[in-house]
């Protein structure tokens, strides 16, 4: 049996509010709410609470189901019905779940989607998730593509292109749907709530370059990054859960205290990491024990800013809300192209004053994959600090080998040691 | 010009497998033109045309080049392409080329785009951001899209031609088009005159020698094959679906065809064929380039649409008079393979038989795929 999970106030916070929205999903047939399903990338959450829509991200319930162990079977009923073993697991273990009565993290039912909002930002396989769920609901859908910064910079064009969209086809579509005009006002009270949110998880993020970091920005910062990413931006609930974290996460750093984590609080902070690549969440606990067991924080991680990069000042500007959600599409972290997140991850590197940099390389996620190794070349060359590579899954438990990881951390580790101690003996 | 057809199929096989890029070499000694390389799907050939650049079509080493360096930059479940494309980059093969064109098809070639700026600075390289935007919305973006590239072309070739030689390049390809489809529909009505692996050989070479010479070539093969006399066997009518980027070996192609099956459709080299009929050669060129990428496009697993999946395949395969269809898809390509059940969907729905299979471009088996494929024909032949 596995040891009670130590938790912290926030944590709690954080719990009920999702408590209360998987509820409310619950019973929001019969009391006439509608819902969109919609993914974590460039999601348009402060829109759909302007038409009091309620979001629900495929991939945060695929992720629910892999942390639950339901994630083996779901992917199995998917490739029984002919999808590929080389795809996409998050794909196949919500098509898993809808086919096993589409029960949600929290035991209850999800509802049906009242509208597929299709954000196709920062990666292909959106568009093919979302054409393969139309087939399964009749619903309507609509599509809002989001340009790639192929040259490191959102341009006029593309931002025009993208509040098009917004203007002529989503708020069209959210009207129809939902059955409420659009009101801009009641759209930038909501960003301005969403921007609240962000400096307060800005700070909470950054306070990993002090030492011993209060925080763990990767296994850690799954948590932090859920409300802002997923359905409550926007929201009063948001805005109280960023305050209680910051004033927790500023208590443990003016104590000296490192992350807290499953096991307990972390001891001693022995290697700072940068970690590219999403976690592997069939196994989120044990791999994240591999690294606190050997004393290793994770200060920084681009995973955290895959539905948004905050950190780098943008915020959500209620003075230009349809403007500023395509920025906010535009500039998510996947959607940016290699060169930049090179720069990022260098910069992450030097900022937090890292020992390594790490990556997860997902077999599930070609849109972070693709390109990992080039990148784990560069950030080695321009910073000087060691790259480590292991490999597992989204949510396939298949390709989670926990002995060959702990090797290579562990091996990963040593070297880094080894490495401080030939530069001390100079 | 080689005057019979099988010397015309011999030098369009021998182009295909240069992959030092020969005829590209050559293009540029003669014209003292550039030449610009275009992954995989569509690229606006037209606008490189116009500005004087000689568009080479670049799908990969084939089972032609044994990846050493490519390997170390991708993981083991990642498909093949990207890594033949970076052995060819690193070994020099690619550097004719004064550029390459990354269309937004998946996150492989995407992030491609980014890793080919890293590793190959000198060299300009472009994503073409195609629009999901079936609309005006979608024409109003890809035509300021097309322009901006438009732009980088006349950069590189430092040429500045005005709307008339766009719209003259835009017909020359429209002739192209014209001429591929005639090639499909010879094939359609008599494939044993019009063998797929001689028609794929025929269009791949178009993807690196001028387009006037390549409709020259086109036309020739044409008008030969139809008049060759070849016998009709009893073989069973496929549609081959999903290798539109990743190209499956030749031996697989002669391989499908050996075992029971004429080809009487496919997406081997949708690039070249991607838009339907004709782009209008009057007015905004780069507009209607744009316009006919919106409204004039096939069904295609990169393309969003909000219609049902599968529906222009089940026509296609009535129109084709084909008996079943064969999903050949890469290994790991997402398009494709996240494609396929909406596909087969479509397929069985309309009573349609279907096989799959994967490959890797670089695939050296076939005893598998020749019983495969040989089993589906003679289902069609023995049961349908």
């Given amino acids: ?62 992720l629910q189901s892999a942390m639950r162990n339901k994630s083996a079977d779901y992917i199995a009923a998917a490739e029984k019905e002919g999808h590929s073993e080389d795809v996409c697991t998050y794909v196949k273990c919500d098509l898993g779940m809808a086919k096993n009565g589409n029960i949600g993290p929290t035991g209850t039912r999800l509802p049906k989607p009242s509208v597929l909002l299709l954000s196709y930002t920062g990666c292909f396989t959106f568009m093919k998730w979302f054409e393969i769920l139309k087939q399964e609901y009749d619903c309507p859908i609509v599509m809002l593509h989001v340009p790639y910064q192929a040259d490191g910079k959102p341009t006029a064009e593309m931002r025009r292109y993208i509040v098009k969209q917004l203007q002529e086809k989503v708020i069209p579509v959210l009207e129809e749907v939902s059955g409420k005009k659009f009101d801009i006002d009641r759209l930038r009270q909501l960003m301005a709530s969403s921007a609240r949110s962000e400096d ?81 969440w069939t196994h989120f606990r044990e791999l994240w024990k591999m690294f606190s067991d050997e004393g290793a924080v994770a200060v920084a991680s681009t995973y955290t800013r895959v539905g948004g990069v905050y950190d780098f000042g943008f915020r959500h500007d209620p003075d230009n809300p349809l403007e500023s959600l395509a920025d906010y599409c535009l500039g ?74 702990k090797n290579r951390l562990e091996s990963y580790f040593q070297m880094i040691e080894q490495k401080r101690n030939a530069v001390s003996a100079l | 010009m080689a005057e019979t057809k099988a010397d015309m199929i011999d030098l369009a096989e021998e182009i295909v497998r240069d992959l030092e890029l020969g005829t590209v070499s050559k293009w540029k000694e003669k014209t003292g033109g550039k030449a610009v390389g275009c992954m995989p799907v569509w690229s606006p050939r037209e606008l490189l045309h116009a500005a004087g650049i000689l568009p080479v079509g670049i799908v990969g080493g084939g089972d032609g080049i044994e990846i050493i360096k490519g390997d170390a930059y991708f993981q083991s479940y990642i498909c093949q392409i990207p890594r033949s494309t970076i052995e060819m980059g690193l070994n020099g093969n690619l550097s004719p080329l004064d550029g390459m064109i990354f269309p937004s098809i998946c996150d492989v070639i995407r992030n491609l785009s980014g890793m080919w700026k ?102 020739s093969y044409i008008d030969l094959a139809a008049a060759s006399d070849c016998k009709a066997i009893d073989n069973a009518r496929v549609v081959v679906l999903g290798s539109f980027c990743e190209q499956p070996p030749l031996n697989l192609i002669r391989t499908i065809e050996k075992s029971g099956c004429y080809v009487v459709e496919d997406d081997f080299t949708l690039g070249a064929r991607l838009i339907k009929g004709e782009i209008s050669t009057t007015g905004d060129a780069i507009e209607n380039l744009a316009r006919a990428f919106i409204e004039q496009s096939r069904e295609a697993a990169f393309i969003y649409r909000e219609s049902e999946k599968g529906g222009e395949l089940v026509e296609k395969v009535k129109k084709c008079n084909a008996e079943g269809v064969v999903c050949c898809a890469p290994s790991f390509c997402d398009p494709a393979l ?18 799959s299979f994967k490959y890797a471009e670089n695939t050296g088996q076939f005893q598998v795929i020749r019983e495969q494929a040989g089993t589906f024909a003679d289902s069609i032949k023995l049961w349908s």
């Fill in chain 1, 332 to 405: 998510c972290y996947t959607n940016l192209n290699l060169p930049t997140r090179t720069d990022m991850i260098s910069k992450y590197v030097e900022e937090y004053q890292a020992d390594g940099f790490l990556i997860n390389s997902v077999k599930s996620c070609n849109s972070f994959s693709a390109g990992q190794l080039l990148i784990l070349r560069e950030v080695e060359q321009r910073t000087g600090v060691p790259g480590g590579f292991f490999e597992s899954d989204l949510v396939d438990p298949r390709y989670f080998s926990a002995a060959n990881i």
């Fill in chain 2, 118 to 219: 890293m590793l190959f600075p000198k060299t300009p390289a472009w994503y073409l951001d195609m629009p999901q935007s079936f609309d005006e919305i979608g024409v109003d973006f890809f035509t300021h899209e097309l322009k901006r590239l438009f732009g980088e072309f006349c950069r590189v070739s430092g040429q500045n031609p005005d709307n008339d030689s766009i719209n003259r390049s835009i017909a020359i390809y429209n002739e192209n088009r014209s001429l591929i489809e005639e090639l499909y529909q010879k094939r359609r009505e008599r494939p044993w005159c019009f063998p797929v692996s001689e028609g794929y050989l025929l269009i791949r070479a178009g993807y690196q020698i001028d387009v006037k010479e390549h409709n020259k070539m086109l036309r």
């Fill in chain 1, 1 to 62: 049996m596995s040891k009670p999970v130590i938790k912290e106030s926030s944590m709690d916070l954080q719990k009920e509010m999702l408590a209360r929205h998987f509820e409310k999903l619950a019973v929001s047939e019969e009391n006439g709410d509608k819902c969109a399903y919609t993914f974590v990338p460039g999601n348009l959450a402060e829109l759909l609470h302007c038409f009091d829509l309620l979001p629900v991200l495929p991939e945060i319930n695929a």
């Fill in chain 2, 338 to 355: 996240l494609d396929q059940p909406m596909m087969v969907a479509a397929i069985e729905k309309a009573s349609i038989p279907y096989t």
């Fill in chain 1, 200 to 280: 307060n998880f800005v700070k909470v993020m950054e306070s990993a370059k002090q030492t011993p970091s209060p925080i763990d920005g990767y296994f850690g910062g799954v948590y932090y990054i859920s409300p802002i990413f997923t359905a409550f931006r926007g929201t009063p609930e948001a805005e109280t859960y960023y305050e209680a974290l910051l004033a927790e996460v500023n208590d443990r750093a003016a104590r000296k205290l490192g992350p807290l984590t499953p096991e307990g609080p972390m001891k001693e902070e022995k290697y700072r990491i940068v970690v590219e690549g999403p976690p592997n």
